[in-house]
């Protein structure tokens, strides 16, 4: 078994909390209780491999039936995302901010924003973990201003977004759907600095035709850069090379070669240790103190990037869309081919 593995998510009072002390922790909740009475006292990921994955349905289930039985501490927030035709909600725990607000930070970063920027942030109707982001970034090392525009207020009022736009944004920074809604209400858009779009995972896999941004041969959405994870309090980034990065500090990535039935105790196939190229499907453990140790299936196809390291420098574990046959064009500076940014066949 693997030792030694450490959690910076739940570091305080001057020490990092081991595996050990996550289960301790998840043994508050009975949801925990019950599911992982056969999880052993290991301290490495290994010992994630007695612990059930657990599926949309059945957090959603067991969240309807009873929060109290689901959330480990009291939450400062809930983020909400949606995937699999569901709205997923996710509690974030008033200690889980820090870390939640340091990964919005690097994944905005990994998207090309930088300190200074202002941005106009076209948003959903709250609650949403995209709504979450702004009060995210207050709390982070990442010094933007932040322009929120709701669509939904603009479809009563148009002229309510000249006063965001009169601020002279530089980065526009919507999901491909609301930016298409805020042209169509607005009328004709500035032409920004930058354009940065968000999607959640679902939506992501399936893009709306019609929306802003391209889809390259996988069906995913290539202009999207920020993307809503279940389970995650804070969006990944994907950088400059195509690659979407998941900071180990707030979550594990593994891959698995099919989709995963609820309940299933797979061995542990981290992400980080995959051969290049292998294609499965995306599982995240994330290290929260309301929900910890959810090892949840997003069903979310990828494809490892193998052990060399990422030419934009991020250390993170990162992963590549992965539907679709993989078409190569050329070698990227990554060492993984072009096809991820992406390649469209001729007509």
């Not at 930088?114 to 010094?143: E, F, K, M, T």
């Not at 004709?188 to 709306?208: G, K, N, S």
């Not at 052990?307 to 993984?336: N, T």
Request: with cysteine.
């Amino acid at each position: 078994m693997t030792t030694g593995l450490q959690f910076p998510v739940l570091a305080e009072e001057g020490r990092d909390h081991a595996l050990v002390d996550v289960l301790a922790l998840a043994n508050r909740a009975p949801f925990y209780r019950t599911r992982w009475r056969r999880a052993s006292p290991g301290d490495g990921p290994d010992a994630l491999s007695v612990l059930p994955v657990i599926t949309p349905d059945e957090w959603s289930r067991a969240l309807r039936r009873n929060p109290r039985q689901v959330v480990a501490d009291l939450p400062a927030l809930w983020t909400l995302t949606r995937y699999a035709g569901r709205d997923l909600w996710f509690p974030v725990a008033h200690r889980d901010l820090p870390v939640a607000a340091s990964a919005a930070a690097a994944a905005m970063r990994l998207a090309g924003i930088r300190d200074g920027d202002r941005i106009l942030a076209v948003l959903p109707p709250a609650p949403s973990i995209w709504n979450g982001l702004p009060y995210l970034l207050l709390q982070s090392d990442l010094a933007v201003e932040i322009l929120p525009l709701c669509v939904d207020t603009v479809t009563f009022k148009p002229s309510l977004a000249a006063f965001p736009i009169a601020r002279g944004p530089k980065v526009f920074l919507a999901s491909p759907v609301l930016g298409a809604d805020l042209a169509r209400l607005a009328g004709a858009l500035p032409i920004w600095e930058r354009t940065v779009f968000y999607e959640d995972a679902a939506a992501f896999e399936d893009p709306t035709p019609g929306a802003f941004g391209n889809t390259d041969t996988s069906g995913t959405n290539a202009a999207v850069r920020l993307l809503a994870l279940p389970g995650c309090p804070a969006p990944i980034g994907r950088c400059g090379a195509g690659a979407w990065h998941l900071p180990a500090a707030a979550a594990l990535a593994e891959i698995h070669p099919r989709t995963l039935a609820a309940g299933a105790r797979p061995q542990v196939r981290l992400l980080a240790d995959a051969p290049q190229h292998e294609r499965g499907v995306l599982v995240v453990t994330t290290f929260t103190h309301a929900a910890p140790l959810v090892r949840f299936v997003t069903d979310l196809a990828i494809r490892a990037p193998g052990s060399h390291s990422c030419a934009c420098g991020d250390p993170s574990p990162r992963f590549y869309p992965g539907a679709g046959p993989l078409e190569v064009a050329s070698a990227g500076p990554d060492g993984d081919p072009q096809a991820t940014l992406p390649v469209v066949p001729p007509p």
